[in-house]
């Protein structure tokens, strides 16, 4: 297996490895670029195959956390974990507090939090070997879940992309497709049918169905139907890799705003989106609004000589998203270049700009 010519490599910083015998402990922590701060990400358990894509996930996720933290104007880096495992059969405590040790001999390098496979609790059990743990802001609404804030800062996104496309701010009677109502979906389509929107809905679990359609009165459909729907908007909340060369041939809307990381199967069907007149909203654009909230939860703490997290720095915050869409959307229409493409240009010249100097922010450390 190759490392520095790894095809997930991209001029990451550092990637280490890590085996403790006595819990099973098998991990890695990849930190792409910490110019703007200390690289911030969550950690991943996963029963993956084999090493390899055990590499392959945790490079290619630790570079979306630069330019998505990048986007989102915060003074972090981007990092990811991965624990090789699953997280159902094989986690214990052991395990994790191995896992908080490995992220302490990084010194701050990499900040972790909750991500596929870890929970909120199982971050206070890391927190007992390391400081650099986000995530774990129990006085807050929902205990340092950042759903609510990716859901809101989805919301965000998605009312500048309505109104770059069709030039109005109100989303009364418009027609959305939700894919996926879980924790971020569920509440993206709770936001939805407060302003007034139309809501078709879709998940693998009958039971989330069941609670849009009877709490928002949101139309079920089948999962296959929801890319052949007449419907304006279609907001991916479940998985990656959903706008492809198939599902877009299908679709019929006129914008895409979602969730869901890698939304886009391969970088060229952004350009396939272009010509077929779909405005994307990036995906690490438009689902910023978690990582702005675990940063205030870590950077806010008092034990970081913080005033605590305040919940409406954070909102005002995530509010950014709409003006960041709003400038990627112009860019691109401007210079007749994909959203994705502006997104990633201002992204890298926000965190490889030479006066975005090696600042690690202590406060945020
Ligand atoms: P979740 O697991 O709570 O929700 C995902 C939902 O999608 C589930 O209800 C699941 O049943 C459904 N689903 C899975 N496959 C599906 C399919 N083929 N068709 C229809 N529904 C399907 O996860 P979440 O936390 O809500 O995250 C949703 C997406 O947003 C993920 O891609 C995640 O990576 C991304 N994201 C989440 C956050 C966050 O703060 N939770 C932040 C950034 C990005």
């Known amino acids: 297996m190759s490392i520095f010519s ?6 990451h910083e550092q990637v280490a490895f890590y085996q403790d015998a ?3 402990l098998k991990a890695i922590i990849a930190v792409h670029n ?10 991943r358990m996963w029963p993956y195959a084999d090493d390899g894509e055990a590499l392959n996930d945790v490079l290619r996720l630790s570079r979306g956390m630069t330019y998505k933290s990048a ?3 915060l003074k972090l880096g981007g990092g990811k974990s991965v624990i090789i495992g699953d997280p159902r059969k094989d986690k214990t405590p052991e395990l994790l507090r191995a896992m908080g040790e490995f992220i302490n001999t990084l ?3 990499y900040i972790t939090a909750e991500d596929s496979g870890t929970s909120v609790e199982d971050m206070h059990i890391i927190g007992e070997r390391t400081e650099f743990v986000s995530g774990l802001n129990e006085s807050s609404e929902h205990g340092g879940d950042p759903s609510p804030s990716t859901a809101y800062g989805v919301f965000v996104g998605l009312k500048a992309a309505v109104e770059h496309r069709w030039g109005r701010t109100d989303l009364s009677g418009l027609k959305v497709s939700v894919q996926g109502v879980g924790n971020v979906g569920f509440r993206l389509a709770k936001l939805l049918e407060e302003a007034g929107a139309e809501l078709f809905v879709t998940d693998i679990f009958q039971d989330n169905i069941d609670r849009a359609v009877n709490q928002l009165g949101a139309t079920a459909v089948g999962a296959e139907e929801i890319f052949d729907l007449d419907v304006d908007l279609f907001a991916p909340c479940a998985m990656g890799a959903i706008l492809n060369d198939d599902t877009i041939s299908r679709l019929k809307v006129g914008a895409i705003a979602g969730a869901a990381n890698n939304q886009l199967a391969e970088e060229r069907h952004a350009e396939v989106l272009r010509e077929k007149g779909m405005l994307y909203a ?9 990582i702005i909230d675990v940063y205030y939860q870590q950077q806010g703490s008092p034990e970081r000589g913080g005033d605590g997290y305040d919940p409406a720095q954070v909102k005002a915050h995530i509010e950014t998203i709409g003006t960041t869409m709003q400038e990627v959307f112009q860019r691109a229409e401007e210079s007749g270049e994909t959203t994705a ?3 990633d240009r201002v992204a890298e010249e926000r965190f490889g700009h030479e006066d975005a100097l090696k600042k690690t922010d202590s406060a945020a450390a």
Do not use: E
């Open 34 to 43: 910490t110019n703007l701060g200390p690289s911030l990400g969550g950690c």
């Open 107 to 109: 010194g701050g390098r």
């Open 6 to 11: 790894h095809s997930a490599y991209d001029k």
């Open 282 to 290: 990036p995906d690490y654009v438009i689902n910023a609004g978690g």
């Open 22 to 24: 006595k819990s099973g």
């Open 341 to 343: 493409h502006v997104a």
């Open 71 to 73: 986007m989102a104007g």
